[in-house]
């Protein structure tokens, strides 16, 4: 297996640090709102490596965090005014909801900053004693280039960085004893969550949260380290300087970073209106779509969105689902016979589709030939099975196909399509639970419905419905 890796700028084989075992961060999303569809690229693309690396046979430790602690979440609460604690927390649940209709499996652990800042203040205080970081007036510092080699990830020179680019240099610059210097602990200001720490009442800074909890739950060394091609300067940079200051150990083996996702062709922002979070794209479309998009392109390219890929993707999914249910209709009224001589060369043709998919994920997670591999055995379905088909034959045809769809995280079972009546009964039920004020259960319905395939819309006029 072959993974392109950021640091050496090369694809590598694939040697673990432990036999049969994966350790794996994937840097989580800042939970300040709803997620949008660029956060869902890395979330459902290294699900995706997950899911491969434990189909080949591999334990994988997969731990990917919330960032719980940020100026966006402190900014939301003050608007709401609420604590910030509230905003993140509610954000995180929405946040797993978005990611269980995108099938993106639950990390083994998913840790929350807050929670960890007793080993960031260690980790700190690690690099200070060490004569890597400072204090000053309550903040600490890293001292960039102490590091000898800093700039291995981004392939960036220090100064040139120092020249050329006053925009990457953090605030309180007038205190810090070098301009490129970066925050590892900050002093709070009015209004803000803090913590006691041996320098003062403050929080951490973004990067030593990642390399604390990489730490904590995969060791000081990991195989892997992943996320959005935004973060490898200043973000990873910044943890493999930490890290490997504090622990005196190469970080990670592999650094993997997927591409930009683009709106029609331009940068995806507010400003320009093409801003769309995973919730509103579940409005039109089910979630198991998106997911089949982002796997469309290669993990490392740029990915365009726009409503002709998404209708591309949604008719080339409806193609896979309907042949897996063609299959399970022949299955249910097979004969129970063995494997016919005309369809043992078909049966070994199986094999090579299968084959093809491997051959494309073990070159770095190839999703779209891995893809077309699919596609290649849904076409040899519908010309092969048939009424008289084996059962052993259909079956065969069935479990490599869920086998495989399984790995890209597509589920190809129909969702049973609910009657007009049944959902006119939930929505009842949903109004009652909610004029009782029970909250819980109302949402409870939404989601169900929204599971479903089925949209709604609160107006004064009453509930209004659609099917997605």
């Known amino acids: ?80 005014g609420v604590s910030a604690d509230e905003i993140s927390s509610r954000y995180i649940e929405e946040c797993k909801k ?17 929670q960890e800042i007793g080993g960031m203040i260690e980790m700190i205080r690690t690099l200070i004693d060490k004569g890597f970081a400072y204090e000053k007036n309550g903040t600490v ?157 290669h993990y490392r390219s740029p990915l365009n969105f726009s409503g002709e890929l998404m209708e591309a993707a949604k008719n080339g ?10 299959l399970r209709f022949l299955i249910q009224n097979a004969q129970t016979t063995p494997l016919q001589e005309s369809e043992k060369e078909a049966f070994e043709k199986i094999q090579e589709y299968a084959e093809s998919f491997e051959n494309a994920m073990d070159d770095d997670f190839n999703t779209a030939d891995a893809a077309a591999a699919v596609f290649e055995l849904v076409k040899h379905a519908n010309t092969t099975a048939g009424g008289e088909s084996s059962k052993e034959y259909l079956q065969g045809l ?3 196909l869920v086998k495989l769809t399984d790995v890209l995280g597509i589920i190809v079972e129909k969702k049973e399509e609910l009657l007009d009546a049944d959902i006119e009964a939930l929505i009842a039920e949903r109004q009652a639970a909610r004029k009782e004020k029970n909250f819980a259960r109302a949402d409870e319905i939404r989601d169900e419905l929204l599971e479903r395939g089925i949209i709604l819309k609160d107006t004064r006029e009453g509930v209004q419905w659609k099917r997605a």
């Open 1 to 80: 297996m072959k993974l392109y890796n950021t640091m050496s700028k090369k694809k590598e084989e694939f040697i673990p640090l432990e036999p049969n075992k994966v350790r794996m961060y994937v840097c989580g999303p800042t939970v300040y709102n709803f997620i949008h569809i660029g956060n869902a690229r890395p979330m459902i693309v290294f699900d995706t490596v997950r899911r491969y690396f434990e189909y080949k046979g591999y334990d994988v430790n997969f731990v990917s965090n919330f960032t719980d602690v940020d100026d966006k979440i402190i900014k939301k609460a003050l608007e709401e």
């Open 398 to 400: 069935l479990d490599m």
């Open 98 to 114: 978005d990611m269980e209709g995108m099938n993106v499996r639950p990390a083994t652990v998913h840790p929350l900053a807050t």
């Open 141 to 297: 510092y890293y001292r960039t280039r102490k590091f000898a080699e800093y700039g291995k990830l981004s392939h960036k020179n220090l100064d040139d960085l120092r020249s050329g680019n006053r925009s990457l240099l953090v605030t309180g610059e007038d205190e810090k004893e070098d301009p490129l210097d970066f925050v590892l602990w900050k002093p709070k200001k009015e209004g803000e969550p803090a913590w006691e720490s041996p320098w003062s009442e403050g929080r951490p800074g973004w990067h030593i949260e990642c390399s604390e909890m990489s730490k904590k739950y995969l060791g000081e060394q990991i195989d892997i380290h992943a996320g959005g091609e935004d973060l490898i300067f200043p973000h990873h940079e910044n943890e493999i300087a930490q890290s490997e200051a504090a622990n005196g150990k190469e970080f990670s083996k592999y650094w993997l970073h997927n591409g930009f996702l683009n709106i029609d062709n331009r940068k995806m922002s507010k400003s320009l209106g093409n801003f769309f979070t995973v919730r509103e794209i579940s409005e039109k479309y089910d979630l198991q779509v998106l997911r089949f998009f982002m796997l469309s392109a």
């Open 317 to 326: 999914l409806e193609r896979i689902v309907t042949a897996a249910d063609h």
